[in-house]
């Protein structure tokens, strides 16, 4: 298999163009600067393929992922122009349609961190599960995983990942997190909470569905401009006064999990709570 190129620059090509380019199976995603011409984004993206034979097409970011379905901003410049492509990582393989659902390849080590971690006997709820990258690949370890995404994209493409994958002990929910949750009867050994942006608004509802002994890991942008360690230990307060009365904070450490832009840092952090006992 082609060595797989994640968030770097292409030799030879000009760095006021290029900031860099992810690869999600056969697709290049480039992030551009917003002065480069049509024609320069196509001479990159010819040479973005010649170095990497196993890319068939080539887009570019025209904007933020934003709202609540997470939908990237991409538009094609070059090859095939299908965003539906099929991505490999971690022994598992995923359908992912880049226009329409989120995904980033930059975690993969990151979900391999979590899935080494998790204990067999674990009732798992992935909170914000896209197409099912932390999903399937932990359903190889543990006893179930209940799987929901708001975005109907994403949770079509995850029943077609399970079916890939031969995922048979993961239970996919299509809506809104809050109110699934308070639908669900079983209570969760561990909350995987994937949604940087706004993971912290829903921590109640983890906390509703978590077990007396339970671990959450909760994603979320530091901004990092007056220091990482003051912007650490900010956010940890947050979530520490986010998280209701009938739960001990047995610990929480952060994690880095990447840079996903100047002075901004997703950070995970794994919280391990126990109930209180009344």
């Known amino acids: 298999m082609p060595k797989r190129v994640v968030g ?4 030879n090509v000009k ?10 199976g056969s697709a290049a995603i480039l992030k551009l600067q917003k002065n ?9 993206a010819v040479e973005v393929m010649q170095k990497n034979k196993h890319l068939d097409r080539v887009f570019k970011k025209i904007g933020k992922i934003s709202g609540t379905e997470r939908i990237p901003r991409l538009v094609w410049i070059r090859g ?5 492509v099929t991505h490999r990582e ?9 226009k329409k659902v989120f995904f980033t ?15 067999p006997n674990e009732n798992v709820l992935d909170m914000f599960c896209g197409v099912g990258p932390y999903s399937i690949l932990i359903a190889k370890k543990v006893k179930s995983v209940y799987a929901i995404d708001i975005n ?29 949750t308070k639908k669900l009867k079983l209570k969760f050994d561990r909350i995987i909470m994937n949604f940087p942006l706004s993971a912290q608004d829903f921590l109640d509802s ?42 001990r904070v047995d610990g929480i450490r952060a994690m880095p999990a990447g840079e996903t832009a100047p002075y901004v840092i997703r950070e995970c952090f794994d919280i391990s709570l126990s109930k209180i006992k009344r």
Do not use: W
Not at 36 to 44: D, F, G, V
Not at 207 to 221: K, T
């Open 90 to 98: 971690n022994g598992c393989l995923f359908q992912v349609d880049i």
């Open 36 to 44: 480069t011409t049509s024609a320069q984004a196509n001479r990159i």
């Open 152 to 180: 109907p994209r994403a949770s079509e493409l995850l029943k077609i990942n399970m079916a890939l994958n031969k995922s048979k002990n993961v239970i996919p929910l299509n809506g809104d997190a809050r109110k699934i």
């Open 15 to 24: 760095t006021e163009s290029v900031s860099g380019f992810d690869i999600i």
């Open 8 to 11: 770097k620059k292409s030799k």
């Open 206 to 247: 983890a906390l509703s569905v978590a077990s007396d002994l339970c671990v959450i890991h909760l994603y979320s942008f530091l901004d990092t401009r007056e220091g990482y360690e003051s912007a650490l230990d900010n956010k940890k307060a947050t979530i520490l006064a986010s998280i209701n009365k009938g739960f």
């Open 105 to 119: 390849p930059r975690l993969s080590s990151e979900r391999l961190r979590i899935f080494k971690i998790v204990k």
């Open 80 to 84: 095939k122009k299908s965003s539906l």
